[in-house]
């Protein structure tokens, strides 16, 4: 596995927390007799950038989504300590009502809300639809951004990335389409949409969306609506580049004594 950030092949494991069901995705009553997924939970860290990671093995628009259960206000104890971060970093930065502070990641404002309360202009970037929505209530401007990137394994064999290709004029049009029809599906002011060509590495961003909205509630399901056009609409088509496989005797030889 290579380093999310730098392509360093990972060495050290960090902390080897075993197998653990996604976090947050509770069962209904009726899912109780059923088998439930455990998946790897492995965390990493990189001895070149020091960037501490799991191995992606649920793919993050399935967790990041509108039923997004975590809320960060909810634990008093957390909110203490942001509140005195706030704090800290003001005093080291001398942060002033001439800053702003972008937070990405933002969720319900729990972090930005005590930047604002000390007059300091705040902006949050979050990807969850339901606490965006919290943090724009509580008056801290915040945009749903969301990042659509090419993950490592295709067809669970693993990938350097994705080559993709466009009729470009329809592609384009086919996206200012898209665009004005969430506009007015949702209510929303505006809408951004961006996607790359040519060939995107594994671990790099393809797709980034942005929708911006006075309304809100409903209008924040925007953009997984817009990820779902994007493949049915785009005349863009993809090619997952697999990397070389390891040639394996023993795996050759098995075969071919079973024929
Ligand atoms: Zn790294």
Not at 47 to 54: I, K, P, R
Not at 180 to 195: E, Q
Request: hydrophobic content about 40%; proline content about 4%; charged content about 25%.
């Amino acid at each position: 596995m290579q380093c999310r950030f730098c392509k360093t092949e990972l060495e050290h494991v960090f902390i080897d927390l075993v197998n653990s069901p996604p976090s947050n995705s509770f069962l209904t009553k009726e899912q109780l007799n059923e088998p439930e997924v455990f998946y790897p939970l492995r965390v990493y860290t990189c001895h070149n950038c020091f960037l501490v990671q799991v191995d992606e093995y649920k793919k993050s628009d399935a967790i990041f989504n509108s039923e997004y259960v975590y809320f960060s206000s909810y634990s008093t104890s957390w909110l203490e300590h942001a509140n005195r971060y706030t704090a800290t970093m003001i005093e080291r930065f001398n942060f002033n009502s001439n800053s702003q502070i972008i937070e990405v990641a933002s969720n319900d404002g729990y972090l930005l809300q005590y930047f604002r309360e000390k007059g300091i202009p705040v902006l949050g970037i979050e990807p969850t639809a339901n606490t965006a929505k919290v943090a724009i209530e509580k008056g801290i401007d915040t945009v749903v951004d969301f990042f659509g990137v090419v993950r490592p394994l295709e067809l669970k064999k693993e990938i350097s990335g994705i080559d993709y290709e466009a009729h470009e004029s329809m592609a384009l049009h086919q996206l200012e389409v898209i665009a004005r029809d969430t506009i007015a599906k949702f209510a929303l002011d505006s809408v951004i949409v961006h996607h790359r060509i040519g060939f995107v590495g594994a671990g790099e961003a393809s797709v980034a969306v942005r929708t911006s909205s006075r309304h809100r509630g409903e209008s924040y399901l925007a953009n997984e609506w817009i990820m779902d056009q994007l493949k049915t609409r785009v005349p863009i088509w993809k090619e997952p580049k697999f990397k070389q496989p390891k040639t394996n005797l023993s795996a050759v030889a098995a075969t071919a004594s079973q024929t």
